[in-house]
């Protein structure tokens, strides 16, 4: 076990600023900036510098939590990093190397440690993230996490900025969407992020907030999976399979809204659905809420209740009735199959969140 516990004292610096900074103005005119282009290309150069030293093993190991681990250690390999310290990309090679390089990760730990206490923005956004997840042995401390989020997001460190914004969207604050929005919206004025996931969960907060407009605005030119939600929810003209890919994918980066969305989407074409996908998203989504395992006998029962609700038929003939007996054994089964895939797709991903 390693743990940071006896070395970490909580920074006194003040708190970043939480007023809201015009989320659609400074995301969109960001979006829209002729320099990101370059200023993107510009970061991946540096970043491929330092991606070679990290196995698959380590991208690919998954720990449970928001965000989970994988995303800092898949951030540093597969995305971009915008340093602000003088010596900032070496400090994420040490910060990499706690989860490259198990064995000296005590020792890593330690340096970074006092990289904190010297007011080092990297390492005390990385200090944070430990604390915010529990990782490496502590138990987790959203409190003091925040405040080494704050102080590393007063020196404009995005990474920092960013974790503010998930913090406040998934605490316990009434105005925990406001300040999301305000701090997604520092994030997106300070640099180009690369990986996306900033102007993506801009749009996503924009569409928790009922806001579908301005999600769709942010979503323009995002490749965030993110922004499928308010495109499958609000780009009506498009093809229900799409829609219902898009929902899907977005499930892959985290969050779980597109379960309940699948259900609401497919809700308004049950009637004469030959495919009975209501039917299929509705057990699905029972089947994702539901902490225990369902007993299959149920997953019938659930199945051939709405299949008859919508698919009412007097046909006694047994062709019939054999058509009616395989349409309820797949949407039986689809909830139990389709759930495992979706995992797989989530895992897969290395920018949750985003």
């Known amino acids: 076990m390693i743990t940071l516990l006896g070395l970490i004292s909580a920074p ?21 900036s002729s320099q990101i282009e370059d200023s993107m290309k510009a970061n991946q ?3 491929a510098r330092t991606v070679e030293g990290i196995d698959s093993a380590a991208v690919a190991r998954t720990q449970a939590g928001m965000p989970r681990l994988n995303e800092f250690v898949g951030k540093i390999k597969y995305g971009t990093h915008n340093t602000v310290s003088k010596d900032g990309e070496q400090i994420v090679t040490l910060l990499r190397s706690t989860a490259s390089d198990p064995a000296n990760a005590t020792e890593a730990l330690k340096q970074i440690q006092a990289l904190a206490r010297a ?11 430990v604390l915010a997840h529990g990782l490496f042995g502590n ?5 003091l996490a925040a405040r080494y989020f704050a102080a590393a997001a007063a020196a404009n460190y995005q990474p920092a900025v960013y974790n503010l914004a998930i913090q406040a969207a ?11 929005a305000s701090y997604i919206s520092k994030a997106a004025s300070i640099a180009p992020d690369a990986s996306q996931r900033v102007c993506g969960f801009g749009a996503f907060l924009a569409y928790r907030r009922n806001d579908l407009p301005q999600a769709m605005q942010l979503s323009r030119g995002c490749g965030s999976a993110l922004t499928n939600i308010p495109r499958a929810m609000g780009q009506t003209t498009e093809p229900l399979a ?19 969305l699948l259900e609401k989407l497919t809700r308004a074409h049950a009637e004469n659905d ?20 369902i007993e299959p006998a149920q997953l019938l029962d659930y199945a051939t209740q709405c299949h008859d609700h919508f698919a009412p038929t007097g046909d006694r003939s047994a062709s019939a009735q054999a058509m009616r007996d395989q349409a309820i054994k797949s949407i039986s089964a689809f909830g139990s199959t389709e759930e495992p895939m979706l995992k797989k797709l989530r895992a897969a991903n290395h920018f949750h969140y985003g």
């Open 119 to 129: 007011k080092n923005p990297e390492a005390m956004n990385f200090v944070g993230f």
């Open 274 to 293: 030959e495919q009975h996908l209501f039917c299929k998203y509705s057990l699905l989504n029972r089947v994702h809420q539901q902490r225990t395992a």
């Open 12 to 32: 006194t610096y003040a708190q970043a600023d939480t007023s809201v900074e015009g989320l659609q103005k400074s995301v969109a005119n960001l979006l829209e």
């Open 170 to 180: 998934y605490g316990n604050a009434r105005d925990g969407l406001i300040q999301a």
């Open 45 to 47: 150069q540096r970043a």
């Open 139 to 143: 138990p987790k401390d959203p409190t």
């Open 242 to 260: 799409k829609r219902i890919d898009w929902l899907r994918t977005s499930i892959a980066t985290g969050v779980d809204d597109g379960y309940g």
